[in-house]
Nanobody, 126 residues
């Protein structure tokens, strides 16, 4: 079984930064393409960022492009989401997801991912 545990969320100020982590256990991180999604209160869950199995490819939602960086560390079996220049609209529960995709593939839709974490709350306050 694959388990994903997110951490690093919390309260941040507008213009600040947070680095979210997602630790994968039960399998090797390199077996999976990884994604980050978020769900704001009263809204549907939406795609944020994704990274391929080797980290050679990544993709971002327009809402975070230029302000966020997704990365992965196979030695730590962990994927990260660095978020800078935070805005109030970044407030949401952030989820990481994993899928045993072929090399080079990136998925931006929820239904492609087989495994999900429980989420970590990010609140951006002015």
């Amino acid at each position: 079984q694959v388990y994903l545990v997110e951490s690093g969320g919390g309260l941040a100020q507008v213009g600040g930064s947070l680095k979210l982590s997602c630790a994968l256990s039960g399998r090797t991180l390199s077996d999976f393409a990884m994604g980050w999604f978020r769900q704001a209160p009263g809204k549907e869950r939406e795609f944020v960022a994704a990274i391929s199995r080797t980290g050679s490819s990544s993709w971002y939602a327009d809402s975070v492009k230029g302000r966020s960086t997704v990365s992965r560390d196979s030695a730590k079996n962990t994927v990260y989401l660095q978020m800078d220049s935070l805005k109030p609209e970044d407030t949401a529960v952030y989820y990481c997801a994993a899928d045993p995709a072929p090399y080079g593939f990136i998925y931006v839709v929820e239904y492609e991912y087989d495994y999900w974490g429980q989420g970590t709350q990010v609140t951006v306050s002015s």
